[in-house]
T-cell receptor, first 111, second 115 residues
Framework: GQQLNQSPQSMFIQEGEDVSMNCTSS?????WLWYKQDPGEGPVLLIA?????ELTSNGRLTAQFGITRKDSFLNISASIPSDVGIYFC???????????FGPGTSLSVIP | SQTIHQWPATLVQPVGSPLSLECTVE??????LYWYRQAAGRGLQLLFY??????ISSEVPQNLSASRPQDRQFILSSKKLLLSDSGFYLC??????????????FGSGTQLSVL
């Protein structure tokens, strides 16, 4: 079945550093999503992407829908302590399909 | 505005005991409802989803069941818990148009420990 892979699995960075993470799939998706889960909470949608090549920002976060439609990238600039959490990529082949989640990238920010 | 409530927040249960987790959504009608499980350090596994009252789709064979007795109520149950049922259970909803909406709104989760 469909599968998403995320890398890296975990990251430890200094406050103020930029962060990059990516997500790849075994099949083509029409929609890519990035969610963030704070410790002990449910995930919250950060960015949704609907078109190959699309680049969308949400504050210090920027995500891109890969040209091949099989990958997506998330960048965080000038990280701060509240960026700590698990970042999930998710994808949807068509609007009739369920959303599939990746295994997550755990981010730790050292003050 | 729409809100989603999940309870309890934490639960410790012995092996073999029953389970009932409840999720309710306010401020919307006919939502799609979802139950996910997140094992420690792992991703989100979809367990069940429902597109309407009494309509339940199961994604993985398991020791759990789900029910939707009312439009905005989704219940996750088990008759006899196993150790492997431990995890973080998340309820989520989306707006419904007969298909799966990509924008999921999650509850705050229930941490279940089976001992």
């Amino acid at each position: 079945g469909q599968q998403l892979n995320q890398s890296p699995q975990s990251m430890f960075i200094q406050e103020g550093e930029d962060v990059s993470m990516n997500c790849t799939s075994s099949s083509i998706f029409n929609t890519w999503l990035w969610y963030k889960q704070d410790p002990g909470e449910g995930p919250v949608l950060l960015i949704a992407l609907y078109k190959a090549g699309e680049l969308t920002s949400n504050g210090r976060l920027t995500a891109q829908f890969g040209i091949t439609r099989k990958d997506s990238f998330l960048n965080i600039s000038a990280s701060i302590p509240s960026d700590v959490g698990i970042y999930f990529c998710a994808g949807q082949e068509t609007s009739y399909d369920k959303v599939i989640f990746g295994p997550g990238t755990s981010l730790s920010v050292i003050p | 505005s729409q809100t989603i409530h999940q309870w309890p927040a934490t639960l410790v249960q012995p092996v073999g005991s029953p389970l009932s987790l409840e999720c309710t959504v306010e401020g919307t009608s006919n939502p799609n409802l979802y139950w996910y499980r997140q094992a420690a350090g792992r991703g989100l596994q979809l367990l069940f989803y429902s597109v309407g009252i009494g309509q339940i789709s199961s994604e993985v064979p398991q020791n759990l069941s789900a029910s939707r007795p009312q439009d905005r109520q989704f219940i996750l149950s088990s008759k006899k818990l196993l150790l492997s049922d431990s995890g973080f259970y998340l309820c989520a909803w989306t707006t419904s148009s007969g298909q799966h909406n990509e924008k999921l709104f999650f509850g705050s989760g229930t941490q279940l420990s089976v001992l």
